[in-house]
């Protein structure tokens, strides 16, 4: 754990980002001079039509990805100089992703796709009693050697919230979590989500779906690359 994360209460700052994407020659501006600040402890979700730049928003928020200008800041230190490597380092060590389509390894057992973390985390800690604890919390301890397909949606993505939970990160973002779930998957995996923010993680989940959004306690609205709405509630 990076010992700033101790005393520091902002664990997400963008300060007047902008991403372009240039298609054929045309340059696209998806974020528009975002600022948004999000503390420790906090469950938001970010909301808005497909296309208003949830995703973009979420893989820069996530050090998957860079603004084309403005600050990116984790734990109140600017990420913008970190090399590729470091950002990866830091994205191990402390977020945990969940993505609409679970993206777990198909060949693999639902054991290997949770221990897969903890191959690059700089963090020490007993790593197989970890995975099970993990997935015996996510109620699939009689699934561990099962590959995803032998599973169903709403099993995939409680393998994915056990992956992300891994290296005991300061946050978790979910992008479209229950985006392919039926109703009663969906719940489980915000109840699941909503239990985390309860033991004091930080959760952010991006979302078109406002009934998926006001589970949260912050709703962030974006609209064409831009920040609309945001109030606690
Ligand atoms: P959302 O997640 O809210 O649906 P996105 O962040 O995925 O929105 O996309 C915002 C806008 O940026 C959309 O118009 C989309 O087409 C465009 N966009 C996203 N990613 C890329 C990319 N890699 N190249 C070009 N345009 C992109
Ligand atoms: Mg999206």
Same mark, same amino acid.
């Not at 503390?39 to 949830?54: A, N, Y």
């Not at 984790?74 to 994205?91: I, Y």
């Not at 709403?154 to 985006?179: F, K």
């Given at each position: 754990?990076?010992?700033?994360?101790?005393?520091?209460?902002?664990?997400?700052?963008?300060?007047?980002?902008?991403?372009?994407?240039?298609?054929?020659?045309?340059?696209?501006?998806?974020?528009?001079?975002?600022?948004?600040?999000?503390?420790?402890?906090?469950?938001?979700?970010?909301?808005?039509?497909?296309?208003?730049?949830?995703?973009?928003?979420?893989?820069?928020i996530?050090?998957?990805?860079?603004?084309?200008?403005?600050?990116?800041l984790?734990?109140?230190?600017?990420?913008?100089?970190?090399?590729? @490597?470091?950002?990866?380092?830091?994205?191990s060590?402390?977020?945990?992703?969940?993505?609409?389509?679970?993206?777990?390894? @198909?060949?693999?057992?639902?054991?290997?796709?949770?221990?897969?973390?903890?191959?690059?985390?700089?963090?020490?800690?007993?790593?197989?009693?970890?995975?099970?604890?993990?997935?015996?919390?996510?109620?699939?301890?009689?699934k561990?050697?099962?590959?995803?397909?032998?599973?169903?949606?709403?099993?995939?993505?409680?393998?994915?919230?056990?992956?992300?939970?891994?290296?005991?990160?300061?946050?978790?973002?979910?992008?479209?979590?229950?985006?392919?779930?039926?109703?009663?998957?969906?719940?489980?995996?915000?109840?699941?989500?909503?239990?985390?923010?309860?033991?004091?993680?930080t959760?952010?989940?991006?979302?078109?779906?406002?009934?998926? @959004?006001?589970?949260?306690?912050?709703?962030?609205?974006?609209?064409?690359?831009?920040?609309?709405?945001?109030?606690?509630?």
């Open positions: 754990m990076y010992d700033y994360l101790c005393y520091t209460k902002t664990i997400i700052e963008v300060q007047n980002i902008v991403k372009e994407y240039t298609l054929g020659g045309t340059v696209f501006r998806a974020l528009r001079g975002l600022n948004l600040k999000i503390d420790q402890g906090e469950f938001v979700s970010i909301v808005g039509k497909s296309g208003s730049g949830k995703s973009t928003l979420m893989h820069i996530g050090l998957l990805d860079r603004p084309s200008s403005g600050s990116a984790f734990a109140g230190k600017e990420t913008g100089h970190l090399a590729d @490597a470091e950002l990866a380092k830091l994205r060590n402390e977020i945990g992703f969940v993505f609409q389509s679970f993206n777990l390894l @198909a060949r693999t057992s639902t054991l290997d796709n949770v221990l897969l973390p903890a191959v690059y985390t700089t963090k020490n800690y007993e790593v197989k009693q970890k995975a099970l604890d993990l997935l015996a919390r996510v109620g699939l301890s009689d561990l050697k099962n590959t995803p397909a032998q599973l169903s949606g709403g099993q995939q993505q409680r393998v994915a919230i056990a992956r992300a939970l891994m290296n005991d990160p300061a946050i978790i973002l979910a992008d479209e979590p229950t985006g392919n779930l039926d109703t009663k998957s969906g719940q489980e995996v915000l109840k699941l989500l909503e239990d985390l923010h309860q033991e004091g993680k959760i952010v989940i991006v979302t078109h779906d406002d009934d998926v @959004a006001s589970n949260a306690n912050r709703i962030v609205r974006l609209m064409d690359g831009e920040i609309v709405y945001d109030k606690s509630i």
